[in-house]
């Protein structure tokens, strides 16, 4: 059963940075990604970003873009977020989630909620004025 546990959220100003880890274990030869969403109250669950487990590819919403970077430790079976230049706008919950469907192309990354398989319990990341 896979199980995804994420750290590292937690209060900063604006113009800081923190740095998200998501735990994976219970990870097969089949996981294809992993992705970054988060939810701020109100709103709906946002693609952040995603990385291919396989092979070495990236994406970015246009929203962290040269912020932001995903990064992972397959040896670890852990996913990074690095967060730079944080605004208030970037408060939200921050969860972790893995993509287990087979796709004939393996640089394919999901951006939508429902193509992930399963879910981390959340971080929550508070950014202030």
């Known amino acids: 059963q896979v199980q995804l546990v994420e750290s590292g959220g937690g209060l900063v100003q604006a113009g800081g940075s923190l740095r998200l880890s998501c735990a994976a274990s219970?990870?097969?030869?089949?996981?294809?990604?992993m992705g970054w969403f988060r939810q701020a109250p109100g709103k709906e669950r946002e693609f952040v970003a995603a990385i291919t487990w396989k092979v070495i590819n990236t994406d970015y919403a246009d929203s962290v873009k040269g912020r932001f970077t995903i990064s992972r430790d397959n040896t670890k079976n852990t996913v990074y977020l690095q967060m730079n230049s944080l605004k208030p706008e970037d408060t939200a919950v921050y969860y972790c989630?893995?993509?287990?469907?087979?796709?004939?192309?393996?640089?394919?990354?999901?951006?939508?909620?429902?193509?992930?398989?399963?879910w981390g319990q959340g971080t929550q990341v508070t950014v202030s004025s």
């Open positions: 219970g990870l097969t030869s089949s996981t294809h990604s």
């Open positions: 989630a893995a993509d287990l469907t087979w796709y004939s192309e393996l640089y394919w990354l999901a951006h939508r909620a429902s193509e992930y398989d399963h």
